[in-house]
């Protein structure tokens, strides 16, 4: 095998990596403790090193060479298609760059001992580019945020911050929707809740009339929180609870909850907590304002109960003593765990009681968050963005609340730590009792306690079975939790 041979195959072989690794980076945040987490870098480097060793001894064999090359990247050939944005054109100029250096050293290779340098170079080189990428990343990302720290010191709206494991894109909407009447508000678009995602929102829509920002914050790793600390400050902080969301980086409950309370620590006015919540109940913090809906001893307190007549869920918000009383629409008893904690907000902001009792029955859930539409006799409550334990429970109980024959397509929980059996347990026990057609997508978790379930690769061949087999009867078909190829309006 001559030089441009090996050239060419080696081209191939890092064109794939890059292919291969952006596609997995490019929804996730961007950094190399990221690119080492979703890779298993150091095992697959020490793969890619046997190969390549491997391969110094097979160079005069083509065949086997290319064969080698083939079967490593046989499992890759799937889902190869990425979303060209700025950051991955600059990635691939950096990586590109760096293999016209490789032309250049193996122009004036002779050696086998510089053959082997040069091999050894370009079995990291995606790794050398990435780093490049990564700090030019950082150097414009500095760049961006001290033009959105220029701007919220000019415009100086109110800034509420929300974290927690979940519940963060609903509260975030639900505050919305109690202040706009009064205020002039601004949030962060969709799930956008990191920081690149808070800067873009300030630099982008942030203008001189807007009163108050409300950014959503997402850690999912311990000192995920300090780059937001660091970098903007908050007057209202907002904690909506501490779930077994992201335990794989967090590692304990316990690391969760101490991330997720720096930013109450950190609030310049007051901090908004869920008594509800085992893990933030206990917080010491100096101001707070407590919602609940369960516990007495709250400043913000919401009473429910469901009417089996009308159908309509009935809520009671009771604050120092006053109380009143209003309907709301919302599926998920945690998403009017989600509107006590919104309601809490509004009051601080002096927003009237009557303003919230007509506001509040015209909040819907969020898209794809317990989200209800029809299609010709089918009903779907729509929960697809994400899931956990309680979210998974909540929906449970609302299909339960239908007559009809109902449907559940769920891949299990996705994002769970270990020891979750008994929390498996409790939800398959949950499955078989209230589903009459249980459909699992691929095999979640708890599947082998499923009874009489069906199995489907994707949720687009569940939906064609019911086609085929119920497309006359009237069903309500929980979707429940992440279907990538769910969203069917």
């Keep these: 095998m001559n030089n441009l041979q090996l050239l060419v195959l080696l081209f191939v072989f890092q064109l794939f990596e890059f292919l291969y690794t ?114 030019i990343e950082r150097i414009i990302q500095k760049i961006y945020i001290k033009k959105a720290q220029r701007k919220l010191k000019n415009v100086n709206p109110l800034v509420i911050g929300i974290t927690g494991s979940y519940g963060k894109t609903s509260c975030k909407k639900y505050i919305y929707e109690l202040l706009k009447s009064r205020y002039k508000v601004l949030f962060t678009q969709e799930s956008y809740n990191t920081l690149n995602g808070i800067t873009k929102t300030i630099n982008e829509h942030l203008k001189p009339y807007h009163q108050i920002v409300i950014l959503e914050i997402g850690v999912d790793s311990k000192n995920g929180m300090n780059k937001f600390l660091k970098n903007y400050n908050f007057d209202i902080s907002v904690l909506t609870c501490v779930g077994n969301q992201h335990l794989k980086t967090f590692k304990t409950k316990e690391n969760i909850m101490l991330e997720k309370i720096k930013l109450i620590n950190n609030s310049k006015l007051i901090s908004i907590i869920n008594n509800d919540d085992e893990y933030i109940k206990y917080v010491d913090a100096k101001n707070t304002l407590s919602f609940s809906t369960k516990e007495k001893e709250s400043d913000i307190k919401i009473e429910q109960s469901f009417d089996e007549i009308t159908r309509n869920k009935k809520i009671k918000i009771i604050s120092k003593g006053n109380s009143f009383s209003t309907t709301t629409n919302l599926y998920g008893d945690h998403n009017v765990s989600n509107l006590a904690c919104a309601i809490s907000v509004a009051y601080y902001l002096n927003i009237p009681f009557d303003d919230m009792i007509n506001t509040i029955p015209l909040i819907k859930n969020v898209d794809h968050r317990l989200s209800v539409f029809t299609i010709n006799h089918w009903l779907f409550i729509d929960d697809s963005y994400n899931s956990n334990y309680v979210g998974f429970k909540n929906a449970l109980i609302e299909l339960s609340y239908h007559k009809n024959m109902k449907v559940i397509i769920t891949p299990g929980i996705i994002e769970q730590g270990k020891n979750m059996k008994k929390e498996n347990e409790e939800i398959a026990k949950m499955i078989n ?49 992440d279907v990538p190829d769910v969203f069917l309006r």
């Design 22 to 135: 952006t596609k997995i980076l490019q929804n996730q945040y961007y950094s190399f403790k990221r690119l080492l987490m979703y890779e298993k870098s150091v095992l697959k480097i020490l793969y890619k090193i046997v190969l390549t060793f491997v391969s110094f001894f097979l160079l005069k064999h083509n065949r086997i060479f290319i064969l080698m090359l083939a079967l490593m990247f046989t499992h890759k050939r799937k889902n190869m298609n990425i979303k060209i944005t700025k950051r991955i054109i600059r990635h691939f100029i950096c990586f590109f760059s760096l293999f016209l250096v490789n032309i250049i050293i193996i122009n004036y290779t002779s050696s086998k001992t510089a053959l082997y340098i040069f091999l050894f170079y370009n079995l990291l080189l995606y790794y050398f580019s990435f780093a490049i990428s990564v700090f």
């Design 433 to 481: 009792r209230i589903c009459d057609i249980i459909i699992l997508i691929k095999k979640p978790t708890f599947s082998n306690l499923i009874k009489n379930h069906l199995s489907f690769n994707s949720f687009k061949e569940a939906y064609t079975y019911l086609e085929e087999n119920y497309k006359n009867q009237e069903l309500t078909i929980l979707i429940e939790n």
